[in-house]
């Protein structure tokens, strides 16, 4: 079909023999057959006049008509036919240039996508025989395979959009003429899309920790929950919900957005953690969904003060202790959390304060010298501050009332250091003489005082040991022993190591007239010559009082009135007035000695006074004598 016009196609030739040779001949076609042929009419050699086209006609019949004008002239009609062959002038064609085709990524492996069909004018079995190919635009995995007979799009691996939403295939086509330079191909272009199907579930990609301080406003943005869905459209469309953890109804969830805020004030010591369940679910059919458990620290703002475990903090410590000494330790609580719950502690500036000092983060307290219970007996510290670390930092105080807790370390201390009392020797047994109070400055039995007597009491006195009252055990004769010295124990009672003191004691016992004035003689026998001259001392009575001062001051008087004797009150003289009468004069004379006290206390004797010289016979003043001696009195005492 490619040969070119104007060609001679061949000749139509007369039979070669004799007759031929001289014949003419005039050749030509039939009209409706010279279309694409011409003859020449002399020498009968067929030409192309116009291409051939074997795809729109491969075969002619043509019709020649030969005429003879020898004579008889003579006519005569040739067929000739014509078969065209074939030549690969067309090329595969496809309908269209560009093909957008779709497909559900979920479909089975070996799916019809398409079915290609290439059309090739040649007339040819080869030329007009069409095999299938592909090529991809990209270096990706090819996931089609196309039949190289029919044509047909087949998938050859899975499908997934969310990896490959779109694939960009050429499709050629080509024909199969025997020479390979020969071959005529086109090709189209093919967009295959993924089609999407609900396949993937929503991916939470927002943080599962979230971060808020307790004290933002109601509606505060929190956290803003994400979550994707690779899918496309509805299947893709992610709305948020809340499965659990929020029954406070703490928080409220905007199911499009997936904006969390809160709903009410949070506080940190009532709750300082919410896990709350979210649920994020696509709009597809059937609908796919995901969950996260999302954690929510509420964080600590320093709203709380912190609070002692006690107001009041009593407590006892012992006096002279070395500085350093323990005393009690303090706590507080702070519901806040990190820096803000942190504690210091110290002691406010007040009364005593300065013997104290406070470790400055455990709250321990411990002196800072050495304490006195008699200076100081009990410690009311207002403040035991503790302060916690925030910013601002909050603080709150505690009283403490420490109680100095006595040691034996003072001794009784009486009055005077000495007591000195004068009684009456005439006082009953028992009764009280001197009241000894002695004070003790340590507290309880270390300052409750006892006491006692030491040193030779002669078992005159005796004291009471509660009330330190002396009183006499015996009689008191002040002629017998005018003084007592001894001494007065002032003891404690501590169980241990007891102090006691002692102080001196002097008893001066008064005189009471309670002692007669008794004559050293009775009666008292006196020789007086008669011739003894007048105002001459005859005889010198003598009495004696053991009474003191004017208790024992001895005054002599004669009874009965005499004019012959006279007697000196003082001295006790009796001195003759008068001359005597005779040789043979005797008289008797009563003394009396009386001693000076307010009711005086007598005596009387006898003296008889005689001229001649008599005999005289001895004799006792007293018919009985009696006396007391003190047990333990030294050898030679009166």
């Known amino acids: ?376 007996e009990v410690f009311s510290i207002k403040g035991s501050s503790c302060h916690d670390l925030g910013s601002p930092s909050r603080s709150s105080t505690a009283q403490l009332c420490l109680t100095v807790l006595d040691e034996n370390d003072h001794s009784p201390l009486f009055a005077k250091t000495q007591y000195q009392i004068s009684v009456t020797e005439d006082l009953e047994e028992g009764s009280p003489i001197l009241d000894l109070s002695a004070s003790d400055e340590d507290a309880g039995l270390n300052g409750e005082v006892m006491y006692s007597l030491i040193d030779g009491t002669y078992g005159a006195f005796a004291i009471d040991s509660v009330t330190g009252s002396i009183i006499t055990t015996k009689a008191l004769d002040r002629e017998t022993k005018s003084q007592y010295t001894f001494r007065a124990v002032a003891s404690d009672c501590s169980t241990h190591f007891p102090r006691s003191t002692t102080v001196s004691v002097v008893v001066h016992v008064d005189d009471v007239n309670d002692n007669d004035p008794i004559f050293l003689q009775n009666p008292i026998r006196v020789f007086v010559p008669a011739e003894t001259a007048v105002n001459e001392t005859v005889a010198t009575v003598r009495a004696e009082d053991v009474d003191l001062g004017s208790n024992g001051a001895v005054v002599f008087n004669l009874m009965m009135a005499e004019t012959v004797f006279q007697i000196n009150g003082k001295t006790g003289d009796i001195i003759l007035r008068e001359p005597l009468s005779s040789k043979d004069f005797s008289t008797q004379l009563l003394v009396t000695a009386s001693d000076q006290g307010i009711t005086p206390r007598t005596a009387t004797a006898v003296v008889v006074i005689f001229t001649e010289e008599q005999e005289e016979g001895i004799s006792f003043s007293h018919n009985l004598y009696e006396a007391s001696v003190p047990e333990n009195s030294a050898a030679g005492g009166h």
């Open 1 to 376: 079909e490619n040969f070119k016009p104007a060609q001679v196609l061949g000749s139509l030739k007369a039979p070669s023999n004799h007759l031929a040779l001289n014949r003419k001949l005039h050749f030509s076609i039939a009209k409706d057959d010279n279309v694409h042929f011409e003859i020449d009419s002399l020498t009968g050699d067929l030409y192309l006049s116009k291409e051939l086209d074997y795809e729109t006609n491969s075969h002619f019949l043509l019709q020649v008509i030969i005429k003879d004008y020898n004579h008889p002239p003579q006519n005569s009609t040739v067929f000739l036919s014509i078969d065209v062959e074939d030549k690969n002038d067309h090329s595969p064609h496809f309908q269209d240039d560009f093909v957008v085709i779709g497909i559900e990524e979920n479909v089975p492996l070996g799916t019809l996508v398409y079915t290609f069909n290439a059309k090739d004018g040649d007339g040819g079995f080869l030329n007009s025989k069409i095999e299938y190919s592909l090529e991809i635009s990209n270096t990706g995995e090819n996931p089609f395979l196309i039949h190289p007979l029919y044509g047909t799009l087949t998938t050859a691996s899975p499908l997934d959009r969310e990896i490959t939403r779109s694939v960009i295939l050429t499709v050629f086509a080509e024909d199969q003429a025997i020479n390979l330079t020969d071959r005529r191909r086109d090709s189209l272009a093919v967009k295959v899309v993924i089609l999407d199907t609900n396949d993937n579930s929503p991916s939470f990609v927002s943080s599962p920790l979230s971060y808020v301080m307790e004290d933002v406003e109601v509606g505060f943005l929190v956290h803003h929950i994400i979550a994707k869905d690779p899918d496309e459209g509805r299947n893709g469309q992610v709305t948020y919900h809340i499965l659990s953890g929020n029954e406070n109804k703490a928080f409220v969830l905007d199911k499009i957005t997936g904006l969390l805020t809160t709903a009410q004030f949070l506080d940190h010591e009532v709750q300082e953690c919410y896990s709350l369940t979210v649920m994020a679910l696509d709009d597809g059919s059937p609908a796919l969904s995901a969950t996260q458990v999302l954690t929510i620290t509420v964080l600590d703002v320093n709203d709380e003060a912190p609070a002692f475990l006690k107001q009041l903090y009593e407590t006892a410590v012992h006096e002279n202790r070395d500085p350093g000494e323990f005393v009690i330790r303090v706590e507080a609580v702070d519901r806040d959390a990190g820096l803000n719950s942190l504690l210091q502690y110290e002691i406010l500036p007040g009364a005593g304060y300065e013997k104290f000092k406070m470790n400055l983060d455990s709250g321990e307290l411990v002196t800072a010298a050495s304490l006195d219970r008699e200076t100081q």
